[in-house]
């Protein structure tokens, strides 16, 4: 996981309440990513973000929001907006264009 | 989007057997990349290979590119048991820079 730090490892959600998994790097990257996983699935891209401040929807960013205050800290907030938040969560880094990515343990997500 | 996809879904061999993965991917790319996941974890980069390269080594591993098909291929030679995990081809949007994670993956099973 080279320096990626997700938290919580399991997080339980009640309906209508909204959740934030943290993604801490220490890795220096400017890039950091959001995937969904859902069981036997590959990774959809929920947000990206390749400088502070600054952040881009990906394919299924509907529901979620996300923060990009400091260089080492992506935050993604999964609001009641989300109609089936129960997923695997992965954080992930990189370099820039054409570098490889680094990812974190990820966060499993239940609504209960 | 779905950008592409691996194939075999599931492919199950003896220690000791090659393993060889395919992905098939629609868009023009900079670079391919294989990454590797075990069950309930983040995924963990393999090899990267670049549109001007046709083939390229690492360790057991051997990726081939063509560019001209939209296909790469990933070889494990004298697989392991600690092989058995799911793997995955990316790359880099030529605009953008987000990295897209193609299809489900490839379930690698080797026994013992």
């Known amino acids: 996981d080279g320096g990626i730090t997700q938290s919580p490892k399991y997080l339980f959600r009640k309906e209508g309440q909204n959740v934030t998994l943290s993604c801490e790097q220490n890795?220096?990257?400017?890039?950091m990513y959001w995937y969904r996983q859902d069981p036997g699935q590959g990774l959809r891209l929920i947000y990206y973000?390749?400088?502070?401040?600054?952040?881009q929807k990906g394919d299924i960013a509907e529901g979620y929001s996300v923060s990009r205050e400091k260089k080492e800290s992506f935050p993604l907030t999964v609001t009641s907006a989300q109609k089936n938040p129960t997923a695997f969560y992965l954080c992930a880094t990189d370099r820039g264009p054409n570098t490889e990515a680094f990812f974190g343990q990820g966060t499993r997500l239940t609504v209960v | 989007s779905q950008q592409g996809e691996e194939d075999p879904q599931a492919l199950s061999i003896q220690e000791g057997e090659n393993a060889t993965m395919n992905c098939s991917y629609k868009t023009s790319i900079n670079n391919l990349q294989w990454y590797r996941q075990n069950s309930g974890r983040g995924l963990v980069h393999l090899i990267l290979?670049?549109?001007?390269?046709r083939e390229k080594h690492s360790g057991r591993l051997r990726v081939t590119l063509d560019t001209s098909k939209k296909s790469s291929s990933l070889l494990i030679t004298a697989s392991r048991a600690a092989d058995t995990a799911s793997y995955f081809c990316?790359?880099?949007?030529?605009?953008?820079?987000?990295?897209?994670?193609f299809g489900a993956g490839t379930r690698l099973f080797v026994k013992a």
């Open positions: 890795l220096n990257h400017d890039a």
């Open positions: 990316a790359t880099d949007a030529r605009t953008g820079g987000f990295k897209t994670i």
């Open positions: 290979i670049r549109s001007n390269e």
């Open positions: 973000s390749q400088i502070v401040n600054d952040f």
